[in-house]
């Protein structure tokens, strides 16, 4: 989505320093909830990383469940608008 909105593509896996890039407005309601990726890609990935991100240390099923629903929807809505563009 970035590129599609010609914006500089950073190099980084924070989702939140990503859609800091994106044209205002198109996530915003989700900004909040979308901390919850970054708060589950880093001590998955590199589980010595952030000791004590999460209590347990790493993510729970209930974060990983809320993970995966909050990426569909933002899958969704970037699909939508690639479609809505296409046309």
């Known amino acids: 989505m970035l590129a599609k909105f010609g914006r500089t593509i950073p190099r ?3 989702i939140t320093d990503l859609i800091e890039n994106l ?3 198109w996530l915003d ?3 909040d909830d979308l901390t919850l990726l970054d708060d589950c890609y880093l001590p998955a990935r590199y589980p010595d990383a952030m000791p004590g991100s999460f209590p347990a240390g790493l993510p729970e099923e209930e974060d990983a469940k809320q993970s995966i629903a909050l990426a569909r929807t933002v899958t969704e809505r970037a699909w939508r608008l690639m479609q809505s563009d296409a046309q």
Do not use: I, M, V, Y
Request: glycine share 12%.
């Open 29 to 31: 309601d989700l900004q």
């Open 23 to 25: 044209p205002a407005g």
């Open 12 to 14: 980084t896996h924070s």
